[in-house]
C-alpha cells in the first residue's frame, strides 16, 4: 500500500490523538504511527563530485552533498519521527519542540535537492541558455535581456546577509517571473514554481571562495542546467516536495 500523504497523516494523527488517542475507531500505537511516516533519504548527483570544476571545487561539492545535504536529511528524518512519537504520547510540548526542525531541514532538503539540478558540467549543452528557448523569451520580456536578468538576480543574490538563497520564480496566479531571496532554509512558498535557486551559505563558496562571494555567484553562471530551468518554467516538473513543501510552508 502506497504510504498516506505525508500532510494527510499529520492531520490524521494529530487531533484524534490528542482527543483520544486513536485515528477513528483504530487506537494508534507509536510503532504504527511512525511506520506510516515517508523517511526522506538523499538524492544522488546527476554528475560527479568534480564535473562542475572550475567554477565549483571537488572539495565543496563533496562536503556540501555528502556531508550538509546529508545532515538535513539526518535532522529532518528524527524531528519528524520524535514530533510524530511525541503526539502518540499525547507530549504537546514535545511535539511543538520539533516544529522548527521539521522547518528548517526540510526546507534545507528540498532547497538542496533543486539545486542539485540546477547545475550542470560546463560542458554540456544543458549549460547553455539555449537550453531555455522559452525561458529565454520570457526572461527578455520580463528585464529587457538575458544579461539584464542575470545582473539584477546577482545584486540580489549579493544583497542577502547571512544566510540564504536567491531563487528565480515562477509566481502563482500571474506566471510571472520574479527574483527573490530568502533567509536560512526557507523554502519557495507553495504554489510559486522554483525555476533557478542558487545557495548562497558560505558552505556553498567559503572553502574555494574565501570571501570572494562575487566571483563565486559570477562563475556559477557557467554551471547552470537551463534544461532544468526550463523543464521548471513551462512545468514539465512535478513537485515532488509538495507534500512537504505544505507541511512546512
Ligand atoms: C496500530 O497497531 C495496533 C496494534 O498493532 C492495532 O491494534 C491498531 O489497529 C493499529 N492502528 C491503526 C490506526 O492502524
Ligand atoms: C540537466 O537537467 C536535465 C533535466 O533535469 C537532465 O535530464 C540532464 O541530465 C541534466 N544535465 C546534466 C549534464 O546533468
Request: proline share 5%; aromatic share 10%; net charge negative.
Amino acid at each position: 500500500m502506497a504510504p498516506p500523504m505525508f500532510r494527510e497523516l499529520c492531520l490524521l494523527l494529530a487531533l484524534p490523538i490528542l482527543a483520544r488517542g486513536q485515528v477513528g475507531d483504530l487506537p494508534i500505537t507509536t510503532s504504527n504511527a511512525t511506520a506510516l511516516l515517508p523517511t526522506f533519504s538523499l538524492p544522488e548527483l546527476p554528475y560527479s563530485y568534480d564535473a562542475l570544476e572550475p567554477s565549483i571545487s571537488k572539495e565543496i561539492m563533496t562536503l556540501h552533498h555528502s556531508k550538509h545535504h546529508q545532515a538535513y536529511v539526518t535532522n529532518l528524518n528524527a524531528a519528524l519521527s520524535t514530533s510524530i512519537d511525541s503526539l502518540t504520547r499525547g507530549d504537546l510540548v514535545g511535539y511543538s519542540s520539533q516544529l522548527s526542525a521539521i522547518r528548517f531541514n526540510g526546507g534545507g532538503h528540498i532547497n538542496h535537492a533543486l539545486f542539485w539540478q540546477n547545475l550542470s558540467p560546463p560542458s554540456s549543452s544543458d549549460s547553455s541558455p539555449d537550453a531555455a528557448p522559452k525561458l529565454q523569451v520570457a526572461l527578455e520580456a520580463t528585464w529587457g535581456s538575458l544579461e539584464d536578468f542575470q545582473k539584477d538576480f546577482t545584486t540580489a543574490l549579493l544583497g542577502i546577509q547571512g544566510s540564504g538563497w536567491g531563487w528565480l520564480v515562477r509566481e502563482k496566479g500571474t506566471g510571472l517571473l520574479r527574483i527573490l531571496t530568502l533567509a536560512n532554509q526557507e523554502a519557495v512558498v507553495q504554489g510559486d514554481t522554483p525555476i533557478l535557486g542558487v545557495d548562497m551559505w558560505e558552505h556553498a563558496y567559503y572553502l574555494q571562495y574565501l570571501n570572494g562571494k562575487a566571483a563565486y555567484v559570477q562563475n556559477i553562471w557557467k554551471v547552470i542546467n537551463w534544461t532544468t530551468c526550463e523543464a521548471r518554467y513551462v512545468g514539465e516538473t512535478e513537485d515532488v516536495f509538495a507534500d512537504l513543501r505544505s507541511v512546512i510552508g
